[in-house]
């Protein structure tokens, strides 16, 4: 049976608990926000004891369902101060699953300056001191685990940015070559992970089994529905694995969408060096990797290995939203440079989005010229080195535009906005403005109508459709967020009713009762509510739903828009959900 | 004469000899689905066509001057 991992950093017990009966068909985001929204007081500082970070395998993860290993985490945000979820790739989220974990559940707070490493295995977890790791990179902290603890462990830890308990502050996952290149990435859940003083934890699977499906028959009926979906979709089976998600620059730029020199273009005249195409040849070029699974179990294998000019392994990626954040969004047009970026953050252990997003701020505040990639290294030097300066990068692009006097600063609750600009693609606005967790695209990904032909098509420069559109994969995206299945099934998924019932039928078999497409979205419907209850407790309201000032009053070149859905449409999202 | 920018992406440029951007002439009433055949790029394989950054279709006539994005299946995020 599943068990809950009660952590307790106060007095650095753990226990095994039996998983709540209420609680016994969650995964993922729905477990992680259901028990975040039970456990933890709205009102609490996301730094203190009382903050909760709660980490979840998805329902599906470990079983052998396609592209299920994403990891969910949750908390109050410190960025935020709503309810948050960020979930990520890589192989903790398995092991995990294979220790027969549902969830952890990480409370409490130990002494300050003492680091703890939370070790665990099919039949034990243990608190361990570790404050050697304190100071180090995702990087070194992975590499001293898996020289201590052999090959088969995955880990899940924080770097530098998490110490200093950074807004911007990721938690690292690693990946099939236990390198830490996947991210929880938003809403500074890293912070809270720094502030319980837990530096890492180690997973070894060993021994351990993967979770049985109740009904084996039809399981696998839906798995190879599923499979054949997702191979068959020429996104998820062709264009994901040969040009990754970067692949995206060049259609987002061409139509005006792709925010540049911080939000103040839709277009950048340096895209074409920083394209998923380039990116392509570059990497192919120099014997990096295409078509690399971040996890095990990976049919779509959007993930590459990037290497620099002597063929040495750089980073994973990058990912489209950090080549923009990096790259467009400063100005910036050189691959190598971004790729450099990417692999400090991801060492530091900062969110690439926020990261790039704030980065672009300081560009705009006079600190370094937009377009200075050398400069822009420097500056996470600093957070390396934990300066004034470096900390405020790392404290997000809210707290460095208000501290710089900025007017124009893309965030919504605090959060900063990803690699569309609202103005020329409306609903992922509305998703902007209106999702649980700030400015979040993977939320409700409109872009896929808006932009992609995928789902349907609604013309991304009017407001008609935007809020249906936005509403339905919110609740669509939730779902899927609970199963533990990556968010990019959702391309097979909004064009081929046969990988629905894919899912649905791996999710009856999972459980041995049959599960409807109703029943599916009710999982997201379900956790909107209790996001969205958690939330209203801390006391934000349909004021808090609106997009900055800005984009009402700036026009975005080429199309000269402004965000042009109303606060009215804007309030109707969430009517009937809660 | 008047000329139509077409710009191609991914696995579209495999029909333009690698070029990410080709120039053709403006004829009276061609369409985007003529384009296409006259580059010899299969319209089952055009998922995205932008005409001057706005989406448009197959059958959209164009002038001449205007600037053609065509896409493959393109995702990510």
Request: charged content about 20%.
């Amino acid at each position: 049976m599943a068990t809950i991992l009660r952590v307790n950093m106060s007095d650095l017990s753990v226990r095994r608990e039996d998983i709540d009966a209420r609680y016994q068909e969650l995964g993922g985001r729905g477990l992680t926000s259901a028990l975040v929204a039970d456990e933890v007081p709205p009102h609490c500082h996301p730094l203190s004891a009382a903050n909760r970070l709660v980490l979840a395998p998805g329902i599906l993860t470990g079983t052998g369902a396609p592209c299920s290993g994403r990891l969910s985490a949750g908390a109050k945000s410190p960025l935020t101060g709503t309810i948050k979820e960020a979930n990520s790739g890589g192989m903790a989220a398995i092991d995990l699953a294979i220790c027969g974990i549902q969830a952890i559940v990480v409370e409490g707070r130990p002494a300050a300056g003492k680091w703890y490493r939370l070790r665990v295995t099919p039949g034990d977890a243990v608190l361990e001191p570790a404050d050697d790791l304190a100071g180090l990179g995702n990087y070194d902290t992975v590499a001293r685990q898996g020289e201590r603890f052999g090959g088969k462990i995955s880990c899940i830890s924080i770097g530098q940015a998490g110490e200093m308990r950074s807004g911007a502050a990721s938690i690292a996952v690693t990946d099939v070559e236990r390198r830490p290149t996947r991210h929880c990435g938003r809403g500074g859940l890293g912070a809270v992970m720094g502030s319980k003083g837990l530096k890492v934890i180690v997973v070894d699977p060993t021994g351990g089994q993967r979770p049985r499906p109740a009904d084996m028959a039809a399981f696998r009926q839906g798995v190879q529905k599923f499979n054949e979906a997702l191979l068959g979709h020429p996104l998820t089976g062709e264009g994901l694995p040969k040009y990754g998600t970067n692949s995206l620059a060049n259609v987002i730029n061409a139509a005006g969408g792709y925010p540049t020199r911080n939000f103040s273009d839709g277009q950048f005249e340096g895209v074409e060096p920083i394209s998923g195409e380039r990116q392509h040849d570059v990497i192919v070029e120099r014997g990096g990797e295409i078509a690399h699974a971040c996890h095990r179990g990976c049919t779509i294998r959007c993930s590459r290995t990037y290497v620099d000019e002597h063929g040495e392994f750089l980073t994973k990626g990058p990912e489209y939203e950090t080549v923009w954040a990096h790259g467009a969004n400063c100005g910036i047009d050189d691959l190598d440079a971004i790729a450099r970026m990417d692999r400090m953050d991801d060492d530091l252990g900062l969110d690439t989005i926020e990261t790039g997003a704030t980065i672009a701020v300081a560009m705009e505040a006079g600190v370094i010229p937009f377009g200075d990639a050398a400069g822009a290294l420097r500056l996470l030097e600093e957070v390396r080195r934990g300066t004034p300066l470096g900390r405020l990068i790392a404290s997000g692009a809210e707290v460095f535009g208000r501290t710089y006097g900025i007017e124009r600063i893309p965030t919504v609750k605090g959060q900063a906005m990803p690699a569309y600009d609202p103005r020329a693609i409306q609903g992922i606005g509305v998703t902007y403005a209106t999702s649980t967790m700030g400015a979040d695209h993977t939320a409700g990904y409109a872009v896929t109508a808006n932009v992609l032909s995928v789902g349907g098509q609604v013309d991304p420069l009017r407001t008609e459709g935007q809020v249906e559109l936005s509403r339905n994969l919110q609740i669509a995206t939730t779902a899927i967020d609970t199963t533990g299945l990556c968010l990019f099934v959702a391309f097979a998924v909004l064009d081929n009713p046969a990988a629905l019932e894919g899912i649905c039928e791996m999710l009856s078999g999972h459980f041995g009762r049959l599960i409807s497409a109703d029943d599916f979205l009710a999982l997201g419907r379900q956790t909107l509510a209790t996001e969205r209850g958690f939330n209203k407790a801390v006391g934000y309201t349909a004021a808090h739903d609106r997009l900055p000032d800005f984009f009402r009053t700036e026009k975005l070149p080429p199309h000269n828009m402004t965000f042009v859905v109303s606060d009215e449409e804007l309030d109707q999202v969430f009517a009937g959900i809660g | 004469m008047s000329k139509v920018q077409v710009y191609v992406y991914a696995d579209l440029r495999q029909f333009t000899g690698g070029a990410a951007a080709v120039e053709v002439d403006a004829e009276p009433g061609q369409t985007v689905a003529a384009v296409l055949a006259r580059l010899g790029i299969p319209r089952e394989r055009t998922k995205i066509v932008f005409v001057n950054h706005r989406a448009a279709q197959p059958d959209r006539v164009l002038k001449g001057g205007e600037r053609v994005d065509l896409f493959s299946a393109i995702g990510g995020g």
